[in-house]
Protein backbone atom coordinates (compact mmCIF):
# COMPACT_ATOMS: atom_id res chain seq x y z
CA UNK A 1 0.00 0.00 0.00
CA UNK A 2 1.10 3.28 -0.79
CA UNK A 3 2.38 5.77 1.76
CA UNK A 4 0.46 8.58 2.68
CA UNK A 5 1.93 11.65 4.28
CA UNK A 6 -0.51 14.53 6.74
CA UNK A 7 0.32 16.93 8.71
CA UNK A 8 0.60 16.33 12.68
CA UNK A 9 -1.97 18.90 13.72
CA UNK A 10 -4.03 21.49 12.71
CA UNK A 11 -6.49 23.89 14.72
CA UNK A 12 -10.17 24.89 13.39
CA UNK A 13 -12.25 27.09 14.72
CA UNK A 14 -16.13 25.55 15.93
CA UNK A 15 -18.54 26.05 13.09
CA UNK A 16 -16.42 26.59 10.41
CA UNK A 17 -14.90 23.94 7.66
CA UNK A 18 -12.00 22.06 7.92
CA UNK A 19 -9.69 21.05 5.36
CA UNK A 20 -7.18 18.45 6.20
CA UNK A 21 -4.84 17.78 3.41
CA UNK A 22 -3.22 14.37 2.71
CA UNK A 23 -0.26 13.56 0.32
CA UNK A 24 0.05 9.98 -1.35
CA UNK A 25 2.35 10.43 -4.59
CA UNK A 26 3.13 7.02 -4.70
CA UNK A 27 -0.59 5.72 -5.28
CA UNK A 28 -1.47 3.51 -7.92
CA UNK A 29 -4.55 3.53 -9.62
CA UNK A 30 -6.34 0.14 -8.11
CA UNK A 31 -5.29 1.82 -4.38
CA UNK A 32 -8.48 3.79 -3.06
CA UNK A 33 -8.04 6.88 -0.21
CA UNK A 34 -10.07 6.13 2.76
CA UNK A 35 -10.44 8.80 5.60
CA UNK A 36 -10.61 7.44 9.78
CA UNK A 37 -11.11 8.96 12.88
CA UNK A 38 -10.09 8.08 15.97
CA UNK A 39 -11.42 10.19 19.21
CA UNK A 40 -9.36 9.24 22.26
CA UNK A 41 -8.70 6.24 22.86
CA UNK A 42 -12.24 5.14 21.27
CA UNK A 43 -11.63 2.60 18.14
CA UNK A 44 -11.34 4.11 14.92
CA UNK A 45 -14.37 5.18 12.76
CA UNK A 46 -15.01 5.06 8.95
CA UNK A 47 -15.78 8.38 8.00
CA UNK A 48 -15.43 8.27 3.36
CA UNK A 49 -13.48 6.79 0.60
CA UNK A 50 -12.62 7.34 -2.83
CA UNK A 51 -10.92 6.28 -5.96
CA UNK A 52 -10.79 9.35 -8.48
CA UNK A 53 -13.82 11.06 -8.19
CA UNK A 54 -15.19 13.27 -5.54
CA UNK A 55 -17.15 12.01 -2.76
CA UNK A 56 -19.62 12.97 -0.27
CA UNK A 57 -21.86 11.77 2.37
CA UNK A 58 -23.18 12.91 5.87
CA UNK A 59 -20.01 13.13 7.39
CA UNK A 60 -17.53 14.52 4.78
CA UNK A 61 -16.45 15.62 1.54
CA UNK A 62 -13.20 13.89 0.05
CA UNK A 63 -11.65 15.85 -2.41
CA UNK A 64 -9.09 14.19 -4.79
CA UNK A 65 -6.69 15.55 -7.27
CA UNK A 66 -6.65 14.99 -10.64
CA UNK A 67 -3.35 12.99 -10.75
CA UNK A 68 -4.41 11.18 -7.63
CA UNK A 69 -1.38 11.99 -5.50
CA UNK A 70 -2.93 14.28 -3.08
CA UNK A 71 -6.88 14.63 -1.35
CA UNK A 72 -8.58 16.73 0.92
CA UNK A 73 -10.89 15.81 3.48
CA UNK A 74 -13.54 18.24 3.85
CA UNK A 75 -15.42 18.70 7.37
CA UNK A 76 -18.06 21.36 6.51
CA UNK A 77 -19.06 22.72 9.94
CA UNK A 78 -16.97 21.84 12.52
CA UNK A 79 -17.89 21.32 16.12
CA UNK A 80 -16.13 20.52 19.08
CA UNK A 81 -16.61 16.59 18.60
CA UNK A 82 -15.29 16.53 15.66
CA UNK A 83 -11.81 17.14 18.07
CA UNK A 84 -9.84 13.52 16.71
CA UNK A 85 -6.77 12.45 14.94
CA UNK A 86 -7.79 11.56 11.59
CA UNK A 87 -6.13 9.30 9.13
CA UNK A 88 -5.57 9.27 5.29
CA UNK A 89 -5.30 5.40 4.18
CA UNK A 90 -4.50 4.33 0.84
CA UNK A 91 -5.53 0.81 0.57
CA UNK A 92 -5.45 -2.00 -2.49
CA UNK A 93 -8.98 -2.87 -2.81
CA UNK A 94 -8.46 -5.82 -5.23
CA UNK A 95 -7.45 -8.72 -2.86
CA UNK A 96 -9.89 -10.33 -0.63
CA UNK A 97 -7.85 -9.53 2.46
CA UNK A 98 -8.41 -6.19 4.66
CA UNK A 99 -5.58 -4.61 6.06
CA UNK A 100 -5.34 -0.61 7.10
CA UNK A 101 -1.83 0.05 7.10
CA UNK A 102 -2.37 3.68 9.80
CA UNK A 103 0.44 6.42 9.52
CA UNK A 104 0.57 9.04 12.52
CA UNK A 105 -2.41 10.82 11.24
CA UNK A 106 -3.29 14.66 11.96
CA UNK A 107 -4.79 15.99 15.24
CA UNK A 108 -7.60 18.34 14.56
CA UNK A 109 -8.30 20.39 17.53
CA UNK A 110 -11.77 22.36 17.18
CA UNK A 111 -11.81 25.02 19.23
CA UNK A 112 -15.09 27.24 20.57
CA UNK B 1 -27.69 -4.09 14.33
CA UNK B 2 -25.04 -4.35 17.64
CA UNK B 3 -21.53 -3.20 16.57
CA UNK B 4 -18.33 -4.96 17.32
CA UNK B 5 -17.67 -6.51 20.89
CA UNK B 6 -14.63 -6.63 22.87
CA UNK B 7 -13.56 -7.89 25.83
CA UNK B 8 -12.77 -7.22 28.21
CA UNK B 9 -12.27 -3.70 28.17
CA UNK B 10 -9.73 -3.78 30.23
CA UNK B 11 -7.26 -5.96 31.66
CA UNK B 12 -4.18 -5.85 34.21
CA UNK B 13 -1.66 -8.60 33.65
CA UNK B 14 1.88 -9.44 34.95
CA UNK B 15 5.26 -10.00 32.94
CA UNK B 16 5.15 -13.81 31.72
CA UNK B 17 1.46 -14.48 32.39
CA UNK B 18 -1.03 -15.17 29.45
CA UNK B 19 -3.72 -13.37 27.93
CA UNK B 20 -7.32 -13.71 25.81
CA UNK B 21 -8.75 -11.20 23.95
CA UNK B 22 -12.65 -11.74 22.63
CA UNK B 23 -14.00 -10.21 19.80
CA UNK B 24 -17.86 -10.33 18.39
CA UNK B 25 -18.11 -9.11 14.80
CA UNK B 26 -21.11 -7.54 13.24
CA UNK B 27 -23.65 -10.16 12.74
CA UNK B 28 -22.91 -11.66 9.26
CA UNK B 29 -19.13 -10.20 9.09
CA UNK B 30 -16.99 -12.99 8.13
CA UNK B 31 -13.67 -11.32 8.55
CA UNK B 32 -12.08 -9.74 11.78
CA UNK B 33 -8.97 -7.86 11.95
CA UNK B 34 -6.66 -7.23 14.78
CA UNK B 35 -4.58 -4.15 15.51
CA UNK B 36 -1.91 -2.81 18.43
CA UNK B 37 -1.94 0.86 18.86
CA UNK B 38 0.49 1.87 21.38
CA UNK B 39 1.79 5.70 21.59
CA UNK B 40 5.35 5.05 20.41
CA UNK B 41 4.29 3.20 17.22
CA UNK B 42 0.54 3.96 16.88
CA UNK B 43 -1.86 1.51 15.53
CA UNK B 44 -0.06 -1.68 13.72
CA UNK B 45 -1.76 -4.12 11.59
CA UNK B 46 -1.74 -8.16 13.82
CA UNK B 47 -3.52 -10.12 11.71
CA UNK B 48 -6.89 -11.06 9.76
CA UNK B 49 -9.37 -13.86 10.08
CA UNK B 50 -11.47 -15.12 7.78
CA UNK B 51 -13.78 -17.92 7.58
CA UNK B 52 -11.35 -19.49 10.48
CA UNK B 53 -8.04 -19.30 8.54
CA UNK B 54 -5.13 -16.57 8.82
CA UNK B 55 -5.04 -14.26 5.71
CA UNK B 56 -2.87 -12.38 6.75
CA UNK B 57 -0.36 -11.62 9.33
CA UNK B 58 1.22 -8.26 10.11
CA UNK B 59 5.19 -8.11 11.56
CA UNK B 60 4.71 -9.35 14.83
CA UNK B 61 6.37 -12.03 17.25
CA UNK B 62 4.77 -15.60 17.20
CA UNK B 63 3.78 -14.76 21.03
CA UNK B 64 1.02 -13.25 19.08
CA UNK B 65 -1.61 -15.67 17.74
CA UNK B 66 -5.62 -15.87 17.08
CA UNK B 67 -8.10 -17.83 16.19
CA UNK B 68 -11.48 -17.58 14.22
CA UNK B 69 -14.51 -19.54 15.45
CA UNK B 70 -17.13 -20.97 13.13
CA UNK B 71 -19.65 -18.35 14.37
CA UNK B 72 -16.60 -15.64 13.14
CA UNK B 73 -15.87 -14.71 16.62
CA UNK B 74 -12.56 -14.22 17.06
CA UNK B 75 -9.85 -14.48 19.99
CA UNK B 76 -6.42 -13.57 20.16
CA UNK B 77 -3.66 -15.01 22.78
CA UNK B 78 -0.62 -13.29 23.91
CA UNK B 79 1.69 -15.50 25.33
CA UNK B 80 4.95 -14.77 27.87
CA UNK B 81 3.30 -11.17 28.43
CA UNK B 82 6.24 -8.48 28.19
CA UNK B 83 5.52 -4.72 29.45
CA UNK B 84 5.65 -3.35 26.15
CA UNK B 85 2.57 -5.51 25.44
CA UNK B 86 0.75 -3.13 27.41
CA UNK B 87 -1.25 -1.16 24.31
CA UNK B 88 -4.78 -0.82 23.42
CA UNK B 89 -5.77 -4.12 20.90
CA UNK B 90 -8.92 -3.64 18.93
CA UNK B 91 -10.26 -5.18 16.48
CA UNK B 92 -12.18 -4.49 13.25
CA UNK B 93 -14.77 -6.25 11.53
CA UNK B 94 -15.42 -6.71 7.58
CA UNK B 95 -18.25 -8.56 5.45
CA UNK B 96 -14.77 -10.10 4.43
CA UNK B 97 -15.86 -10.55 0.44
CA UNK B 98 -13.55 -8.41 -2.48
CA UNK B 99 -14.13 -4.80 -3.50
CA UNK B 100 -14.26 -1.39 -1.54
CA UNK B 101 -16.12 -1.76 2.54
CA UNK B 102 -15.62 0.06 5.22
CA UNK B 103 -14.63 -1.64 8.74
CA UNK B 104 -16.17 -1.32 11.66
CA UNK B 105 -14.04 -0.93 14.69
CA UNK B 106 -14.80 -2.44 18.52
CA UNK B 107 -13.79 -0.24 21.56
CA UNK B 108 -10.70 -2.11 22.29
CA UNK B 109 -9.36 -3.61 25.25
CA UNK B 110 -6.65 -1.80 26.89
CA UNK B 111 -4.11 -4.35 28.28
CA UNK B 112 -1.50 -3.12 30.94
CA UNK B 113 1.46 -5.76 31.58
CA UNK B 114 3.11 -4.52 35.09
Known amino acids: DAKTTQPPSMDCAEGRAANLPCNHS???????VYWYRQIHSQGPQYIIH???NNETNEMASLIITEDRKSSTLILPHATLRDTAVYYC?????????????FGKGTLLTVNP | KAGVTQTPRYLIKTRGQQVTLSCSPI?????VSWYQQTPGQGLQFLFE???????NKGNFPGRFSGRQFSNSRSEMNVSTLELGDSALYLC?????????????FGQGTRLTVV
Open chain 2, 92 to 104: ASTPGGKGNTEAF
Open chain 1, 26 to 32: TISGNEY
Open chain 1, 89 to 101: IVRYSGGSNYKLT
Open chain 2, 27 to 31: SGHRS
Open chain 2, 49 to 55: YFSETQR
Open chain 1, 50 to 52: GLK
